[in-house]
Nanobody, 122 residues
């Protein structure tokens, strides 16, 4: 059974950091492009970052470029999203997903986790 499980969300003050984890079971993550998405209340789901399967190329939304870093730990079958200099506008539910092609579009992704909440507030 293919499953993705996110963890690492929580409440953090503006300027703080969090590291989100996306752990896979039932398949090998490094064979797939992996994306991180987020959805705030009343807003559409948006692509935050993605990493390709073959060369590990990374892509970021302009709103997080320079603050977030996506990377793989193949030994742990996990993809991480390191989030620094967090802002209140980063508050959202964050989801990881696996796709058959590298994309920042949610409709390219086949497998989704249940999400983890990130709240940035003082």
């Amino acid at each position: 059974q293919v499953e993705l499980v996110e963890s690492g969300g929580g409440l953090v003050q503006p300027g703080g950091s969090l590291r989100l984890s996306c752990a896979a079971s039932g398949f090998t993550l490094d064979n797939y492009p992996i994306g991180w998405f987020r959805q705030a209340p009343g807003k559409e789901r948006e692509g935050v970052s993605c990493i390709s399967s073959s060369y590990g190329s990374t892509y970021y939304a302009d709103s997080v470029k320079g603050r977030f870093t996506i990377y793989r730990d193949n030994a742990k079958n996990t993809v991480y999203l390191q989030m620094n200099s967090l802002k209140s506008e980063d508050t959202a539910a964050y989801y990881c997903a696996a796709a058959s092609r590298t994309s920042m579009r949610a409709d390219a992704y086949d497998y989704w986790g249940q999400g983890t909440q990130v709240t940035v507030s003082s």
